[in-house]
């Protein structure tokens, strides 16, 4: 383990040398921070991908924010290098579209059937509502929900992490949190994003931005979420489902994607 003034040193010295052995080095001091951040995607992915698997995906995501982080800057290398790590990882479960195909087409319909109810009823549709419109029942529109909660889990980073020409990033839970606190990662140049996004946000009830802080920023499990709640797990991730295809149905029509 690395002393402060060691590991600002090897910091240095790759920075001027871009030597492999200090860049090696930065690679395993900060190794355990990707099995952190693989060990949070596992929850909610099938078990039949090796959580191994995962963390060498995200060893490239580290080894890109290793090569692109400024020292200079008045932030944590940790803070940069999260988003790079699980961008990596999913990234990777992207190629591999592990998803069925059944359970995309589905989570379409309901992506799209909240807002169109939405639109018409000018609120939140219910979930009885959005089943009747499917023509299917409550018990089924919740089993689909459980579904696409394990097996369409990136989705909600399809949503909410966008990049800038700066290589930085901005989360949906920073537009959650104080938005008064200055923090350089959550900068975007496209305004029109960062409305959309505001907009969609503010369409949540209390509840359901709680869930994404809790999952998506303090990291806590499903089950975790449920007892802060007082909610049964299985409800968090229908809750979690719901909100994700919301968020996805807001910014394909706010982007005119339906249209």
Same mark, same amino acid.
């Given at each position: 383990m690395?002393? *402060? $003034?060691? #590991? !600002?040193? =090897?910091w240095k010295n790759y920075r001027e040398t871009k030597d492999l &052995?200090?860049?090696d080095d930065l690679l395993l001091f900060y190794a355990p921070l990707v099995k952190y951040v693989a060990g949070k995607i596992s929850i909610g992915l099938p078990k039949s991908i090796d959580i191994s698997d995962l963390? $060498?995906?995200?060893?490239f995501g580290l080894i890109d924010?290793? !090569?692109k982080f400024d020292i200079d800057r008045k932030i &944590?290398? !940790? *803070?940069?290098a999260i988003p790079r790590i699980k961008g990596a990882i999913y990234d990777e479960l992207r190629n591999q579209d592990w998803i069925p195909r059944s359970i995309r087409t589905r989570a379409k319909q309901i992506e799209k059937t909240y807002v169109e109810l939405e639109n018409r009823l000018q609120r939140v549709p219910s979930e009885n509502e959005v089943a009747k419109e499917l023509n299917i029942t409550l018990e089924q529109m919740e089993d689909v929900l459980s579904q696409i909660n394990s097996s369409f889990v990136i989705a909600f980073?399809? =949503?909410v992490n966008i990049s800038n020409s700066r290589d930085e990033s901005m989360q949906v839970v920073n537009m959650i949190k104080d938005e008064s606190q200055d923090d350089p990662l959550t900068s975007i140049e496209s305004e029109e994003v960062r409305?959309? #996004?505001k907009v969609a946000i503010s369409k949540l009830n209390d509840k359901e931005k709680s869930i994404i802080s809790l999952y998506y920023h303090e990291g806590l499990t499903l089950k975790e979420i449920g007892? =802060? #709640?007082g909610i049964t797990e299985s409800r968090v991730s229908q809750i979690h489902s719901k909100l994700i295809l919301r968020l996805r149905g807001y910014l394909n029509e706010m982007s005119g994607s339906y249209i």
């Open positions: 690395f002393k *402060t $003034s060691h #590991l !600002e040193q =090897v &052995k200090f860049r963390i $060498s995906y995200g060893i924010a290793i !090569e &944590k290398f !940790e *803070t940069y980073e399809d =949503v409305n959309f #996004l007892d =802060v #709640l």
